[in-house]
């Protein structure tokens, strides 16, 4: 009602809401709780710690710092508090490793050497692996994309970092393309260079 007070009638406000203009009026003239002149100094003093951070404290680390100054509130608090705020810190996520190199794998030439261009469609295509974190756990995917098109041609998704994945997501390439000559590169990853690519598949690079 206050922040509308401009655009609306107080009397019509409280009539929507069901309240009474006496209950408003006494509540702009009431002073702050005990509870909320706590809370607004201790938000003060978690702003500062956040912001002498550099935004990357979160309600743990501004929890333990408090108690180190001596003040004693719990952890759910200042969590509480920081929420209200928008204040949040820098997580450090533990990225999993997709791409092992088969010990003693022949390393194939690079037909590309970084220059990521082409001409034209299903000339040159790149491949690579990721993972999705779910509530059930993580989901590999595997994808094949064309580089001129910049459009996913093949993809495939399991609970398992296997090579057969990888030529899931191949066969769907080219069963859609069905290309003549195409370069299809890769990282050295072992998924990649676990078995050798069956004989009539038009790729140039594992």
């Known amino acids: 009602m206050k922040a509308n007070r401009a655009r609306w009638p107080i009397a019509t406000m409280a009539r929507l809401l069901q309240v009474s203009t006496g209950g408003y009026y006494a509540w702009l003239v009431r002073k702050p709780s005990k509870q909320a002149c706590s809370d607004a100094h201790l938000l003060a003093r978690i702003r500062t710690l956040h912001a002498s951070s550099r ?34 810190g820098a997580s450090r996520r533990h ?8 010990a003693g794998a022949r390393r194939a030439p690079d037909l590309v050497r970084r220059h990521f261009s082409a001409e034209a469609r299903n000339v ?32 495939a998704m399991s609970s398992h970092l296997y090579a057969e994945l990888m030529l899931r997501a191949l066969d769907m390439a080219l069963l ?28 140039g690079h594992p």
């Open 95 to 102: 990225w999993k490793v997709t791409t092992r190199q088969r």
């Open 176 to 203: 859609q393309r069905r290309p003549e000559g195409v370069i299809h590169h890769s990282d050295q990853g072992c998924q990649y260079s676990a078995r050798p690519v069956p004989r009539g598949r038009p790729v």
């Open 124 to 155: 040159l295509w790149v491949a690579d692996a990721t993972y999705v974190p779910t509530g059930e756990g993580f989901l590999y995917l595997a994808v094949v994309l064309d580089v001129f098109s910049r459009r996913i041609v093949g993809w």
């Open 55 to 88: 935004g990357t404290y979160g309600a743990p680390r501004i929890h333990v710092q408090l108690a180190r100054e001596g003040v004693h509130v719990g952890r759910k608090r200042v969590a509480r508090l920081m929420r209200m705020a928008g204040l949040c």
